[in-house]
């Protein structure tokens, strides 16, 4: 069984895991420090693969939180097939569509651990890459996100390319971390590492407009550092049924993020802004690091000027649509 080395000295279980007293009683009940949250919808296809890779991990105690968006294929089947075999699966069926971010989202609520990862039901991770993540996060308190090199594969899981993430982000100023991710990134996926719940908790969580990823990944910069391992230990896959596989077709996206339309989501692009400036506005640094990067939000909205005017004239034109229904309505009535 493998160990990891705590911070100061002496050496811990690699079960990672804390004792704590039964209420009542002196038995001692052994909890586990990480969760993995995997938010799944109609993925039958390829989950198979995800849970083996995570339950095939080097680093075996973990509990794993299944979250089924209420899929309509055979996911929920091989989800509680899957939570029979092994304990350490918690699985939970929502009533309804909540949306891809809520149901990420809700992964993390159903969780009480120290550290917390999301997974996904089409990316795969090498075996040792909880081991190696929570070996970094358990020596070094400032790093607040760990992740591993990726590589990218096809639908069969064929490997295509290496991909370099650059985002090895350990930078003692929280505005550089930030400006930093902002220049750099691509594709983003790093909220898949294994992540400190204190300060995930502090976070916006992810939203229901387009690119909240992003907005999270920014904002977990300013609460501490990000590792990156140098092991090819995260796949990536890219398939047509991928949600960023288009990220120009807006009905496709909505279909992710807001399925239903049922919270009228709209303005994507003032969104995704005015959520770096409370992520900013909230963050425990300094003055001077937030007027460094309020102004450059600020800077980015007025390049993205066109964008939002596009936004703005779309919001006023189905506001006056809709006025005009109504008061048609209220003509018909009378």
Not at 142 to 157: F, H, M, N, Q, S
């Amino acid at each position: 069984m493998c160990r990891l080395r705590p911070e100061r000295g002496g050496e811990i279980p690699a079960s990672a895991t804390f004792r704590a007293e039964a209420a009542g009683g002196g038995n001692e009940m052994a909890r586990p420090i990480l969760s993995i949250g995997l938010p799944v919808y109609n993925r039958g296809k390829l989950l198979e693969a995800s849970l083996d890779a995570l339950l095939g991990q080097s680093f075996e105690e973990f509990e794993l939180i299944i979250s089924d968006n209420a899929s309509t294929d055979e996911t929920e089947a091989i989800c509680r097939a899957y939570a029979r075999r092994d304990p350490r699966i918690r699985y939970h069926r929502n009533r309804s569509n909540i949306g891809a971010p809520g149901n990420f989202n809700r992964t993390f609520e159903l969780s009480s651990t120290k550290y917390f990862k999301w997974a996904t039901s089409d990316d795969l991770c090498g075996p040792t890459f909880l081991e190696r993540a929570l070996e970094v996060l358990e020596q070094d308190s400032t790093v607040v996100l760990c992740y591993a090199k990726t590589t990218l594969i096809g639908e069969d899981g064929s490997p295509l390319e290496d991909y370099e993430d650059r985002l090895h982000l350990v930078e003692a100023s929280a505005s550089e971390r930030f400006l930093r991710l902002m220049t750099t990134i691509g594709l983003c996926h790093q909220h898949q590492g294994v992540i400190r719940s204190d300060a995930l908790r502090q976070t916006g969580m992810l939203k229901s407009h387009f690119r909240s990823d992003l907005n999270l990944l920014a904002e977990l910069t300013l609460y501490g550092k990000f590792y990156e391992l140098p092991q090819r230990l995260f796949l990536r896959r890219l398939h047509p049924d991928a949600s960023s596989w288009v990220r120009t077709d807006v009905a496709r996206q909505m279909a992710f993020y807001d399925p239903g339309d049922v919270h009228h989501i709209v303005c994507h692009c003032f969104r995704e802004h005015a959520a770096y400036l409370d992520a900013i506005r909230r963050a425990p640094i300094g003055l001077g690091e937030k007027v460094i990067l309020y102004r450059f939000v600020l800077r980015r909205l007025i390049q993205n000027r066109d964008h939002l005017g596009r936004e703005l004239r779309q919001r006023v034109g189905s506001w006056r649509a809709a006025l005009l229904g109504a008061r048609g309505g209220r003509g018909l009535a009378s």
